[in-house]
């Protein structure tokens, strides 16, 4: 009779093998989506594996003596609610944990619950043995050291935790509230553990009572039922799931086979205490945890990882999680060492990812001895314009005024003397470039001074037109806005009072509306229309495109400005003009589905931190820059040669609202998936072959120069919410001053311009910058020398990370682009500049509203 159950003990490297094998599938197969789904399939299909193989035949208690005392029956029936509800919660848990919204890591697509894993395993894996050891008393005398290394890691309770413990402490970014909340997730797995503990009848004061192998029916059943109530309630909440039919069944029958190798590893007979002395302290109990921690952290993609330690760690982590299994299983298990050739699993992957990473680095090489980069022609031009920018500049008053003639054909505004007089005794590095102001303002030379404040006290008339009336007083300096429902102006008063308020007695009083939104207002006509009635149309989750395009001359696609097939900015007003790029229209939040845009379309002077290009709002510098928050602060920042060699960012979802799938053609969305490599697409790079430079595509993307990662999921319907936190690799939270860490520093819209962008201007950090939206600051900023700008499309991005990261020469320029950012934000963007830029506005301003101008005087010179 022993000799079979000893038989048993040794073909435990089987199912054990077919465990590990098993749940390595089950990982690669497994998708948040359908979590639920699978495990439902996998109850439902588990009573016949168990009833068409051999049943066991040992059971600690008979099911006579369970019918027969009714305290032990009720006992018993609750257990199986328990461990029912147990499975059902901890399968829930791991499919909505991006409801929560809080469990996040740096684990691949879908399968947040990684770093969980790592969470809960070192408390749950103790837990289990003193559980355990109360369950069976008989093996607490455990003996034999078969192993110095593994022995303690797999059978003593602190020797456990360390061994679980080594994931956390290299991978994880401690969050508390991660960790306090998966103790729903360790809860429920002990009961399930629990369960699986052989026991005898007398320690009946344990629940649960069952005993898997033989209660697999009745327990099926109520864990079918708790799964379609939860599914249920998962369907109401987010409708109808999409997943595939034939990959959900195949993941539930994984999933019930590897349950059912991990029953068969765990709860092979052990019953005579010959057996146990054989088995060596045989503690069976931790090898379902062992397998699940080896199986996740094997299945962790290293090339989807951002940093080299977590790659290694991972390695290190599925060596100390497949030593356990190998020592957790008895002495006599046949052959167990073969399990050590799971160890592939991850180790392959890891060193392909190394020589991946070695390959691509040593095609940099060759950059920086033969060939010119084309970014280094980009760079090399861009220094020529800004030296052409800076001499330009009027050195004198009378230089200024004939400056001001010669590009508007008009005379300057009343009070320039001041205003020039004020920019020159604060030394403002830009004294006629000033362009934008008069191309927003020269509209409304065509109205009447009366007619400007008419149009402006009838804007503001209208009902939920969401303006703020602003009037800067010229005695006092100090500006007042209303608004007729709101009370927070989001600071626009004090940015006024900051910039303007030691200009007492040099202006006269200026009304103006303020656009508190992040997205633009107005759509000017074109001139033969510009009389007509104002015209307000709600944009707001709906496609905008259509009509702020319909009065470009004429559509186009991009035009193929390129290098090497990437699409290098070249000329930044190009690059922003949605009439030349057709394509864009499905390619930015503000396009597809803006969160709050109403369109007004006339002519009405309104103030907005940006614009686009077909737009005519006046543009002021944001509030945001002179937010603490916002502000750059040295402390915080660190040497160049501190700072990681890579490209961060982190951020939230905004940038339109979602209703719909097509959130993934959004801006933000667009960036972090191509940063992620989670559509595993062709990226082109630039290399030199035999002397040529060409054009080479490949789908890899090293990932250890990316750290970007979305932070919130907002502005979204709850189900698409919740698909994005599925899509998405997410870190739970991210330092405001996280960036500065890093070398390269990504910026990109949100709903409206970016207000971290000076900080990252300021930094020795070098700013990538993303955006459609035009800016007050838009004149004073050379791209390639003050920062690198990115196309839309931002399939330049790999190439540009590559080269500015990895070869010497693209160091050395983002490093110069840096310094020369920081400098020039020094120079050109002190609030003293923001205060010179929003004088000259204000006094254009009060030119047009001047009650005495008549419409079409503004003593416009004749050529
Ligand atoms: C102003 O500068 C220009 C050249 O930049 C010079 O020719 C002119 O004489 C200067 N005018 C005065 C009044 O200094
Ligand atoms: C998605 O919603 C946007 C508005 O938010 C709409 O313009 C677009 O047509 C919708 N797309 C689909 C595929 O339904
Ligand atoms: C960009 O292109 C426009 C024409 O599309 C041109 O007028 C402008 O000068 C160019 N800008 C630069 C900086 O080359």
């Known amino acids: 009779m022993w000799q079979s159950r000893f038989k048993d003990v040794r073909s435990i490297t089987g199912s054990a093998s077919a465990a590990v094998l098993c749940t390595i599938l089950t990982q690669h197969l497994s998708s948040r989506q359908s979590e639920v789904y699978s495990e439902m399939v996998c109850w439902v299909l588990l009573p016949f594996l168990f009833t068409t193989s051999k049943p066991s035949n040992v059971s600690t208690f008979t099911r006579e003596t369970l019918h027969s005392n009714p305290r032990i029956h009720v006992a018993y029936s609750i257990s199986l609610w328990i461990v029912a509800a147990g499975v059902a919660t901890a399968c829930c848990y791991k499919a909505e944990i991006g409801v929560i919204g809080l469990f996040v890591g740096f684990s691949q697509k879908m399968k947040n619950w990684t770093l969980l894993t790592n969470y809960y395993q070192p408390i749950l894996t103790p837990l289990l043995l003193i559980a355990e050891k109360h369950l069976r008393s008989e093996l607490q005398a455990s003996k034999g050291l078969d192993s110095w290394f593994f022995y303690p890691l797999a059978n003593t309770i602190w020797g456990t935790a360390l061994a679980s413990s080594v994931p956390i402490f290299i991978l994880s970014e401690w969050d508390l509230l991660d960790f306090s909340l998966s103790i729903i997730l360790v809860a429920s797995l002990l009961v399930v553990y629990v369960a699986l503990i052989p026991k005898s009848i007398e320690d009946s004061r344990f629940l649960p009572l069952i005993k898997v192998e033989d209660d697999i029916i009745p327990l099926s059943s109520r864990i079918v039922v708790i799964l379609v109530l939860a599914l249920s309630v998962q369907t109401v909440a987010f409708g109808f799931p999409r997943i595939g039919i034939i990959s959900t069944l195949l993941l539930g029958f994984m999933k019930a086979f590897s349950w059912y190798c991990m029953i068969r590893t765990v709860c092979c007979p052990l019953s005579t205490q010959r057996d146990i002395e054989d088995a060596d302290g045989f503690s069976r109990l931790d090898t379902p945890l062992a397998i699940a921690t080896f199986s996740m952290s094997a299945t962790r993609d290293p090339f989807m990882l951002s940093s080299e330690i977590q790659a290694l760690s991972q390695v290190v982590a599925s060596f100390l999680s497949l030593g356990q299994i190998v020592h957790m299983l008895p002495k006599q298990a046949k052959s167990r060492s073969i399990l050590w050739t799971f160890i592939l699993v991850s180790l392959v992957p890891y060193l392909a990812n190394i020589f991946a990473i070695k390959f691509a680095q040593s095609s940099a090489l060759s950059f920086d001895h033969s060939q010119e980069h084309p970014i280094e022609a980009l760079i090399h031009n861009a220094k020529a314009d800004f030296e052409h920018l800076l001499q330009r500049q009027s050195k004198n008053y009378t230089t200024a005024c004939e400056q001001y003639r010669l590009r508007y054909h008009a005379e300057p505004p009343p009070g320039f003397g001041a205003w020039y007089a004020f920019a020159a005794e604060n030394q403002s590095p830009v004294i006629d470039e000033f362009d934008m102001i008069f191309n927003s303002i020269s509209p409304f030379w065509k109205l009447s001074g009366k007619e400007v404040v008419q149009v402006m006290t009838d804007v503001q008339n209208v009902p939920n037109v969401d303006l703020w009336l602003c009037t800067f007083s010229g005695d006092s300096g100090k500006t007042r806005c209303s608004h007729p429902s709101r009370n927070f102006d989001r600071h626009i008063e004090l940015l006024f009072d900051t910039l303007l308020g030691d200009l007492r007695g040099l202006l006269p009083d200026v009304k103006f509306l303020v656009n508190h939104l992040d997205e633009p207002r107005v759509l000017t006509p074109p001139q033969a229309l510009q009389r007509g009635k104002l015209k307000f149309t709600d944009l707001t989750r709906r496609s905008s495109w259509d009509e702020i395009t319909k009065y470009c001359a004429s559509q186009r696609s991009a035009e193929a400005v390129e290098y090497f097939g990437l699409p290098f900015v070249t000329n930044l007003s190009t690059a922003m003009d949605l009439c030349q790029h057709a394509e864009y229209s499905a ?6 589905s803006p969160t709050s845009f109403r369109l007004i379309e006339g002519l009405v002077p309104i103030l907005s931190t940006g614009s686009l290009s077909t737009m005519g709002d006046l543009l002021f510098p944001s509030p945001a820059y002179i937010e603490s928050e916002f502000r750059y602060d040295e402390a915080h920042d660190i040497e160049w040669e501190k700072k990681e060699n890579k490209l961060y960012w982190a951020g939230s979802t905004t940038g339109g609202f979602v209703q719909n799938d097509s959130w993934r053609n959004y801006h933000r969305q667009r960036f972090v998936k191509l940063a992620q490599n989670l559509e595993r697409k ?46 998405f690799n997410f870190k739970s939270w991210a330092d405001k001053d996280r960036a500065l860490r890093s070398r390269l520093v990504f910026d990109i819209d949100g709903n409206g311009i970016s207000g971290r962008y000076y900080k990252l201007l300021a930094s020795k950090s070098v700013p990538l910058k993303q955006t459609l939206f035009r800016e007050w600051h838009d004149e004073r900023l050379v791209p ?68 005495k101008r008549k419409a079409n005087d503004t003593s416009v010179r004749q050529t």
């Open 587 to 592: 390619m930015h939040g503000i396009l597809m």
């Open 682 to 727: 062709q990226h082109s790079y630039i290399r030199e072959r035999d002397g040529a430079v060409v054009r080479e595509k490949s789908s890899f993307l090293n990932s250890r120069l990316f750290d970007i990662a979305f932070t919130r999921t907002f502005q979204c319907e709850r189900r698409y919410c919740r698909d994005q936190r599925m899509y």
């Open 784 to 851: 390639w020398f003050h920062y690198i700008p990115v196309s839309q499309s931002m399939e330049e991005v790999p190439e540009l990370a590559f080269y500015l990261t990895s070869t010497e020469a693209g160091q050395k320029r983002a490093k110069e682009i840096a310094e020369q950012g920081r400098k020039w934000y020094s120079r050109a963007f002190r609030d003293v500049d923001l205060s010179i830029y929003t004088y000259r506005l204000l006094l254009e301003l009060a030119r047009v509203q001047d009650p």
